[in-house]
């Protein structure tokens, strides 16, 4: 398996402009976590899904994110419209179950300017 | 208070030296623990499981103290290779976990 796949690796776009990120988790994994990271906070939970259902969206920073999991294979995060605040890394992570280790992607590096 | 609280460090050591970080969390029904490493402008990896009994591999040994709610993390003959940042995992029920914000380790020659 080529383990969790996030695209692009390297995002930078204006401020204003919709920002979509994009992760393919390894199969057979029933739960999806977005995490958001910076220097000044750290790694930030942004929200999971467990069988393509969001089970807490309460990290999202604001109504600008959103997030979707049509299936089991691929999943969206979304900004709309982004500020430079957003410029983080963002990391996709993909897990087989409850209380178990959890496998990232390697990350998007979003720049908004 | 935050949900897992680490010293950010860094913890500057020499080769061969023996480094210790420890890690709170704040709700006591946490049930699974871990620590990861992460490289510079990498993605986080599982470093090691944090067993109740404690648990040992290779040169890195983990404990739990659930009465004080901490874990810890031994580094015994410290590496050039082990200069990261460890991150402290507490898995807080259901599916959600939540990561300290880690400790930076710089191990010079």
């Known amino acids: 398996d080529a383990g969790v796949i996030q695209s692009p690796r390297h995002e930078v776009t204006e401020m204003g402009q919709e920002v979509t990120l994009r992760c393919k988790p390894i199969?057979?994994?029933?739960?999806l976590f977005w995490y958001r990271q910076t220097m000044m906070r750290g790694l930030e939970l942004l929200i999971y899904?467990?069988?393509?259902?969001?089970?807490?969206d309460s990290g999202m920073p604001e109504d600008r994110f959103s997030a979707k999991m049509p299936n089991a294979s691929f999943s969206t995060l979304k900004i709309q419209p982004s500020e430079p605040r957003d410029s983080a890394v963002y990391f996709c992570a993909s897990s087989p179950g409850t209380h178990t280790e959890a496998f990232f992607g390697q990350g998007t590096r979003l720049t908004v300017v | 208070r935050k949900e897992v609280e680490q010293d950010p460090g860094p913890f500057n050591v020499p080769e061969g030296a023996t480094v210790a970080f420890n890690c709170t969390y704040s709700?006591?029904?946490?049930?699974?623990f871990f620590w990861y490493r992460q490289d510079c402008r990498k993605e986080p990896k599982l470093l090691m499981s944090?067993?109740?009994s404690g648990n040992e591999d290779g040169r890195f040994t983990a404990q739990l103290n659930r009465a004080s709610q901490y874990i810890s993390l031994l580094i015994r003959d410290s590496k050039l290779s082990d200069s990261a940042t460890y991150l402290c995992?507490?898995?807080?029920?259901?599916?959600?976990?939540?990561f300290g914000a880690g400790t930076r380790l710089f191990v010079k020659a």
């Open positions: 199969s057979g994994h029933n739960s």
């Open positions: 995992v507490v898995g807080a029920g259901g599916f959600k976990t939540i």
């Open positions: 944090v067993y109740s």
């Open positions: 709700n006591s029904a946490s049930q699974s």
């Open positions: 899904f467990n069988n393509n259902v969001p089970i807490d």
